[in-house]
């Protein structure tokens, strides 16, 4: 019989744990009663298909339950230290009654597991199988091979020889590594399943062991920063100023009951000594008194805050609470999910591999390693691990073939009461080698859904984007300058079309109206697994340039995460540019910590190669190219001074493959993209390098893929100015050899001196800063928080009465 599991009825005596026990069932509609006599006279009314009870007089209600409700599932609520509780329910169980017991000590958390585990195991349907499913596990590194029966979403029977002891298959024992093969290809593969049962069965002549197994849900695999813990006053009071800001929910709960939680109603941060004072009202059905210990919890940007503090005030006139010395900050979700628009839609076609049906569905969200589509669990099953040959079908119409693994099948809320006989699950899958027309359709979907209004730049001529640029005075183009286009633009314009059609290296997003373009950003791969943003322009007099400068730098970096060999996200500004210095220095400060990011701050010199320098070569240090021996310095040299994210992120380990990708992946999209080393001995290793990259003109507009930079390790060396003189010339005369008309030199202010010398001409000082993939969410966080104290400023220090536009915060050379 088809039985969904949306309604649920919960009878517990204490109004705290029914609370609990309700929000943990979200997703279905609840019922919550009193006393036993309640819940049968609710049973008689409407028929649940979950009922949870206290263990007291559990035969009894057992009784009533199988009149009124026969087909619900029962689950008893009883904790482990509650003696008579428990031999309540091993002598219900002696009498033939099937139930499931939860720990009534269990966590929020653990509670909401378990009772999603005990729903989904029910709601979900099993396909009897043809002979043919082959099943491969190992039980104490022991292989075993068996036949699949039936199969489930979250377990299946397996057929085991009768050769195999029936005490080695115990229940709670694990069997790892379970792969189930059809046709000699894996369908299914789960890294450990449990024995349920195992009873032996006699048919005829032949004789087996039947075995019930089951699994959980596979863990997400998340690239979230580390927890990390807020201990400053000021950066306490700032978050939970911030949570209220937004009118996000603020939670209490006592110590002793992390399922009890308390919403902190009409809340307000107020400054009191040096800690402040947290005041709101509360429902009285909170166990608290002044002088007691409680906990906090909210959820802000995909993070959840944590902390404790006690209660200073109870009384009619609300709450009040000390602020907490410290919270604990957790990363609740790795990359961001999306729903496409209604002009990016997807579909996915398959045939299940287990019951053979034909499936066709929409994706109902993406992320950027994979999408999630509906299923009727009713009759359909796709388990956790399975493997599927999909076709997706993408916006553009086009179809690309793609194999999946399951990671989750979910229940979803169902409110249709015409079709009973439904069970929507959402299943999540993972991409597993992500084709790169997908890639591309999610990411185009993202920006879609994020802001309709941003588009890829390759649809857009270079000239139009050129000719905003000089109009949002994009200024700093000491190489492609405004008003030379019939020199500088078909260059440039070659290589804005070769990148648009290699979106894994590069991205361009216009931000646009009906009329006119508004604002560009540009990402590209500067090295192997570091994606820099760059070209930040937007058109002044538009008084909401803030958010278009807001918008189209967060979805910079969020498209460099969606790709998922980038490792490392970069930008860099002026720092003569105040506004960009200001956004750029806070954020650094503000996310600085715990390895994961790197702040360099450089001078970019630049010099005509027309004119010669009035240096006598000579009597300067030989310079020669670099081989294995001195990439192996390098990366130890990096090493003892801590600079692991430059290492990392700039491709200068002594393994120099990441380098010869990157190389081919350029040339394949007709781009040119390389580095080359050149070093000046000293007596006990190298005196100085210079890192020189060369790349086609036109990738960064201020052409850092040009520049070199150098690495003195001894600026106390007598000769380690004449060393950085040596390697100037050397760079200086590989930019004539490239046909270049000027060299590029991003030094450190000690080699700004000596770059003056042989001609250089001082452009400015530069910030750049590069910071981890996992830190992205934590960095949009604070980017949104950014713009939304700065806007209301920036507005009321606008005088009324003198309407000039503002003017766009142009964050130049980005």
Same mark, same amino acid.
């Given at each position: 019989?088809?039985?969904?599991?949306?309604?649920?009825?919960?009878?517990?005596?204490?109004?705290?744990?029914?609370?609990?026990?309700?929000?943990?069932?979200?997703?279905?509609?609840?019922?919550?009663?009193?006393?036993?006599?309640?819940?049968?006279?609710?049973?008689?009314?409407?028929?649940?298909?979950?009922?949870?009870?206290?263990?007291?007089?559990?035969?009894?209600?057992?009784?009533?339950?199988?009149?009124?409700?026969?087909?619900?599932?029962?689950?008893?609520?009883?904790?482990?230290?509650?003696?008579?509780?428990?031999?309540?329910?091993?002598?219900?169980?002696?009498?033939?009654?099937?139930?499931?017991?939860?720990?009534?000590?269990?966590?929020?958390?653990?509670?909401?597991?378990?009772?999603?585990?005990?729903?989904?195991?029910?709601?979900?349907?099993?396909?009897?199988?043809?002979?043919?499913?082959?099943?491969?596990?190992?039980?104490?590194?022991?292989?075993?091979?068996?036949?699949?029966?039936?199969?489930?979403?979250?377990?299946?029977?397996?057929?085991?020889?009768?050769?195999?002891?029936?005490?080695?298959?115990?229940?709670?024992?694990?069997?790892?590594?379970?792969?189930?093969?059809?046709?000699?290809?894996?369908?299914?593969?789960?890294?450990?399943?449990?024995?349920?049962?195992?009873?032996?069965?006699?048919?005829?002549?032949?004789?087996?062991?039947?075995?019930?197994?089951?699994?959980?849900?596979?863990?997400?695999?998340?690239?979230?920063?580390?927890?990390?813990?807020?201990?400053?006053?000021?950066?306490?009071?700032?978050?939970?100023?911030?949570?209220?800001?937004?009118?996000?929910?603020?939670?209490?709960?006592?110590?002793?009951?992390?399922?009890?939680?308390?919403?902190?109603?009409?809340?307000?941060?107020?400054?009191?000594?040096?800690?402040?004072?947290?005041?709101?009202?509360?429902?009285?059905?909170?166990?608290?008194?002044?002088?007691?210990?409680?906990?906090?919890?909210?959820?802000?940007?995909?993070?959840?805050?944590?902390?404790?503090?006690?209660?200073?005030?109870?009384?009619?006139?609300?709450?009040?609470?000390?602020?907490?010395?410290?919270?604990?900050?957790?990363?609740?979700?790795?990359?961001?999910?999306?729903?496409?628009?209604?002009?990016?839609?997807?579909?996915?076609?398959?045939?299940?591999?287990?019951?053979?049906?034909?499936?066709?569905?929409?994706?109902?969200?993406?992320?950027?390693?994979?999408?999630?589509?509906?299923?009727?669990?009713?009759?359909?099953?796709?388990?956790?691990?399975?493997?599927?040959?999909?076709?997706?079908?993408?916006?553009?119409?086009?179809?690309?073939?793609?194999?999946?693994?399951?990671?989750?099948?979910?229940?979803?809320?169902?409110?249709?009461?015409?079709?009973?006989?439904?069970?929507?699950?959402?299943?999540?899958?993972?991409?597993?080698?992500?084709?790169?027309?997908?890639?591309?359709?999610?990411?185009?979907?993202?920006?879609?859904?994020?802001?309709?209004?941003?588009?890829?730049?390759?649809?857009?001529?270079?000239?139009?984007?050129?000719?905003?640029?000089?109009?949002?005075?994009?200024?700093?183009?000491?190489?492609?300058?405004?008003?030379?286009?019939?020199?500088?633009?078909?260059?440039?314009?070659?290589?804005?079309?070769?990148?648009?059609?290699?979106?894994?290296?590069?991205?361009?997003?216009?931000?646009?109206?009906?009329?006119?373009?508004?604002?560009?950003?540009?990402?590209?791969?500067?090295?192997?697994?570091?994606?820099?943003?760059?070209?930040?322009?937007?058109?002044?007099?538009?008084?909401?340039?803030?958010?278009?400068?807001?918008?189209?730098?967060?979805?910079?970096?969020?498209?460099?995460?969606?790709?998922?060999?980038?490792?490392?996200?970069?930008?860099?500004?002026?720092?003569?540019?105040?506004?960009?210095?200001?956004?750029?220095? +806070? $954020?650094?400060?503000? *996310?600085?910590?715990? &390895?994961?990011?790197?702040?360099?701050?450089?001078?970019? #010199? =630049? /010099? %005509?190669?027309?004119?010669?320098?009035?240096?006598?070569?000579?009597?300067?240090?030989?310079?020669?190219?670099?081989?294995?021996?001195?990439?192996? +310095? $390098?990366?130890?040299? *990096?090493?003892?001074? &801590?600079?692991?994210?430059?290492?990392?992120?700039?491709? #200068? =380990? /002594? %393994?120099?493959?990441?380098?010869?990708?990157?190389?081919?992946?350029?040339?394949?999209?007709?781009?040119?993209?390389?580095?080359?080393?050149?070093?000046?001995?000293?007596?006990?290793?190298?005196?100085?390098?210079?890192?020189?990259?060369?790349?086609?003109?036109? #990738?960064?507009?201020?052409?850092?893929?040009?520049?070199?930079?150098?690495?003195?390790?001894?600026?106390?060396?007598?000769?380690?100015?004449?060393?950085?003189?040596?390697?100037?010339?050397?760079?200086?005369?590989?930019?004539?050899?490239?046909?270049?008309?000027?060299?590029?030199? #991003?030094?450190?202010?000690?080699?700004?001196?000596?770059?003056?010398?042989?001609?250089?001409?001082?452009?400015?000082?530069?910030?750049?800063?590069?910071?981890?993939?996992?830190?992205?969410?934590?960095?949009?966080?604070?980017?949104?928080?950014?713009?939304?104290?700065?806007?209301?400023?920036?507005?009321?220090?606008?005088?009324?009465?003198?309407?000039?536009?503002?003017?766009?915060?142009?964050?130049?050379?980005?």
């Amino acid at each position: 019989m088809s039985v969904p599991t949306h309604e649920v009825l919960i009878v517990h005596p204490n109004e705290l744990r029914r609370n609990a026990l309700k929000s943990a069932l979200r997703a279905h509609r609840v019922s919550v009663v009193g006393s036993q006599l309640e819940a049968t006279r609710r049973m008689e009314a409407s028929v649940p298909t979950l009922i949870i009870a206290p263990a007291d007089n559990a035969r009894r209600f057992l009784r009533h339950v199988d009149r009124a409700a026969p087909e619900a599932v029962c689950v008893f609520v009883c904790a482990r230290s509650d003696q008579q509780g428990l031999e309540e329910l091993v002598e219900t169980a002696a009498e033939g009654h099937v139930f499931s017991t939860v720990d009534d000590a269990l966590t929020e958390g653990e509670l909401s597991t378990r009772l999603r585990d005990i729903l989904q195991l029910r709601a979900s349907t099993r396909v009897v199988l043809d002979a043919g499913m082959r099943v491969d596990f190992l039980l104490r590194d022991r292989p075993f091979s068996a036949e699949c029966q039936d199969l489930g979403h979250f377990g299946a029977a397996l057929q085991v020889p009768m050769d195999a002891s029936m005490g080695a298959f115990l229940p709670g024992t694990p069997l790892d590594s379970l792969s189930m093969v059809r046709d000699g290809r894996p369908v299914l593969h789960v890294a450990r399943a449990y024995v349920r049962h195992a009873t032996p069965v006699q048919q005829g002549t032949h004789a087996f062991l039947r075995v019930g197994i089951s699994w959980r849900p596979a863990a997400d695999e998340s690239t979230a920063a580390p927890p990390r813990t807020l201990r400053d006053a000021v950066a306490v009071q700032a978050a939970l100023r911030k949570a209220l800001r937004r009118e996000l929910p603020v939670w209490l709960h006592p110590p002793d009951s992390h399922t009890a939680h308390f919403r902190l109603e009409s809340a307000t941060v107020e400054a009191c000594d040096e800690r402040g004072l947290l005041r709101g009202r509360v429902s009285a059905a909170l166990p608290a008194s002044v002088g007691e210990v409680v906990h906090l919890a909210f959820e802000m940007g995909g993070q959840r805050y944590r902390g404790v503090t006690s209660m200073l005030h109870v009384g009619h006139d609300g709450v009040a609470l000390g602020m907490p010395r410290s919270l604990a900050v957790e990363n609740r979700r790795g990359q961001q999910r999306f729903r496409p628009s209604a002009h990016h839609r997807f579909l996915v076609r398959f045939t299940s591999p287990f019951s053979g049906q034909r499936i066709t569905r929409a994706v109902l969200d993406l992320g950027a390693r994979g999408f999630a589509f509906p299923i009727d669990a009713s009759c359909e099953v796709l388990p956790v691990g399975s493997h599927l040959d999909t076709t997706l079908l993408l916006p553009d119409g086009s179809e690309v073939a793609c194999r999946v693994e399951v990671r989750s099948a979910d229940v979803v809320p169902f409110e249709s009461r015409h079709d009973q006989r439904l069970r929507p699950y959402r299943c999540g899958v993972r991409i597993l080698d992500m084709p790169r027309a997908v890639r591309d359709a999610i990411v185009d979907a993202f920006v879609s859904a994020r802001a309709p209004q941003v588009r890829d730049g390759a649809v857009f001529r270079f000239p139009d984007l050129w000719r905003m640029m000089e109009d949002a005075r994009y200024t700093f183009h000491p190489d492609h300058p405004f008003g030379e286009e019939s020199r500088v633009l078909p260059v440039l314009e070659a290589t804005h079309e070769r990148l648009g059609r290699a979106r894994e290296l590069g991205r361009s997003l216009v931000f646009t109206d009906s009329r006119r373009l508004l604002g560009h950003v540009n990402g590209l791969r500067m090295y192997s697994g570091t994606w820099l943003v760059q070209h930040l322009a937007v058109m002044p007099g538009f008084r909401r340039s803030e958010q278009i400068s807001s918008e189209l730098t967060s979805l910079a970096v969020e498209v460099g995460e969606a790709m998922e060999d980038v490792e490392f996200i970069r930008y860099m500004w002026r720092t003569d540019n105040r506004w960009p210095h200001r956004l750029g220095t +806070w $954020l650094a400060r503000v *996310l600085e910590g715990q &390895g994961l990011c790197h702040l360099r701050q450089f001078h970019y #010199l =630049r /010099a %005509d190669l027309e004119l010669t320098p009035a240096v006598d070569g000579a009597a300067l240090p030989a310079v020669r190219d670099a081989g294995p021996e001195d990439r192996q +310095w $390098l990366e130890s040299y *990096l090493r003892r001074r &801590g600079e692991m994210v430059r290492l990392l992120s700039e491709d #200068l =380990r /002594a %393994d120099s493959s990441a380098e010869a990708v990157l190389g081919e992946r350029f040339r394949a999209a007709g781009l040119h993209r390389e580095r080359r080393m050149f070093v000046v001995d000293g007596d006990a290793g190298p005196l100085a390098l210079a890192l020189q990259d060369e790349a086609t003109p036109g #990738l960064s507009l201020i052409e850092v893929t040009n520049g070199f930079n150098l690495v003195v390790p001894d600026r106390e060396h007598p000769r380690a100015k004449d060393a950085v003189a040596a390697l100037t010339l050397r760079c200086m005369a590989h930019a004539r050899e490239r046909g270049r008309g000027a060299a590029l030199g #991003l030094v450190d202010a000690l080699d700004v001196p000596v770059l003056r010398e042989l001609g250089f001409v001082d452009q400015g000082r530069f910030s750049e800063w590069t910071f981890h993939r996992s830190m992205v969410r934590r960095w949009c966080e604070a980017w949104r928080s950014l713009f939304e104290r700065q806007l209301p400023m920036r507005r009321t220090k606008r005088r009324p009465s003198v309407p000039a536009p503002a003017q766009a915060p142009n964050q130049e050379a980005r």
